[in-house]
């Protein structure tokens, strides 16, 4: 599985294409990457943002202004509430991040009067090309330092996420910085509760294991060497850190120094919100819609 077949997939559902309403549409890559997404006949999308720099992007990227509707608005927080205010309206099936601040658009998402929350429990997904698969990394972008319980959430959330991509069975790592249970370290037995949790059936749909080096969780090799017996070990498909630090920087690092493709989503909610970094380029920009498309009810 990857962002091709991610597309291919939605192509051949063959149906209507859905509306994502953008807050703060100014960028030239969030531009791009809509008119990826339109010219593919996969979404079509409303701008949030000031008109008259759209309009200019539109323009210097050799666009048609008339292509989307435009929502004039200049105020952060008031682009974040429109986006928001679309989707429960109905105008919209999607909310994406543009260029507002990920904790304005979230403040809104969190607010109940939108119905984007639901009753979930939201997490941050980003999903990087890796061999065979979309390799899963959670959470960089939203829970600081779950709690036990929340950690659980934070994998329900993802095999749910991934069996809606189809996978089934996704195999889901739970990573520390050694892979044995270690009283110094609290990370090592929260995997190891989760693991055993999961094995009584309290996390339902996927294969989960831990805690895990990260070698030793994507490379069988590095699971061979240290001799882990898991079906997890060498071929997770989910990576949950422990932390939003950990999900952040191993995810960063990957894609910083690897580059290959990726995208993000806030999963757990009502509809998936495609967040992304403001730094990211068109292409994640447009494999974070393709990744929300695929989930859509």
């Known amino acids: 599985m990857n962002f091709k077949t991610l597309n291919e997939r939605i192509l051949s559902k063959n149906r209507t294409k859905k509306i994502i309403s953008v807050a703060g549409a100014e960028n030239d890559h969030i531009i791009e990457a809509c008119f990826k997404a339109y010219n593919e006949k996969i979404a079509d999308f409303i701008l949030i943002g000031d008109k008259q720099k759209i309009i200019s992007t539109l323009k210097n990227l050799n ?19 429109m986006a928001c205010k ?10 994406m991040k543009g260029s507002v601040s990920t904790g304005t658009l ?24 890796f061999e065979d698969r979309l390799l899963g990394i959670t959470d960089g972008g939203l829970n600081i ?9 934070i994998v329900q959330n993802s095999i749910d996420f991934y069996i809606k991509l189809g996978v089934d ?8 910085a050694l892979e044995v249970p270690n009283p110094k370290m609290p990370a090592t037995i929260d995997a190891a509760i989760i693991a ?10 996927g294969v989960v294991d831990g805690p895990f080096a990260f070698d030793n969780a994507v490379s069988k090799e590095a699971a061979r060497i240290k001799k882990i017996d898991s079906p997890v070990a060498g071929s ?15 995810a960063k690092a990957i894609i910083y120094t690897s580059h290959p493709k990726n995208g993000g989503v806030i999963i757990g909610s009502t509809s998936p919100v495609i967040l992304l970094s403001r730094a990211d ?13 695929n989930v859509l009810d």
């Open 106 to 129: 979230l403040k809104e998402v969190l607010n109940d009067s939108y119905g984007l929350k639901g009753n979930g429990f939201l997490s941050h997904m980003a999903c990087i090309e």
């Open 236 to 250: 997770a498909d989910i990576i949950v850190a422990p932390d939003i630090e950990a999900a952040n920087i191993s």
């Open 86 to 95: 679309l989707f429960s309206e109905k105008k919209a099936d999607l909310v």
């Open 196 to 205: 055993k949790m999961a094995d009584r059936q309290d996390i339902k749909g």
């Open 145 to 153: 330092s779950p709690t036990l319980e929340e950690k659980v959430k």
């Open 63 to 81: 666009y048609s202004p008339d292509t989307f509707e435009i929502i004039n608005c200049t105020d952060e927080k008031q682009k974040a509430a």
């Open 169 to 176: 069975k996704p195999k889901v790592a739970l990573t520390c």
């Open 281 to 293: 380029d068109s292409e994640t920009k447009f494999n974070s819609i393709v990744l929300a498309l």
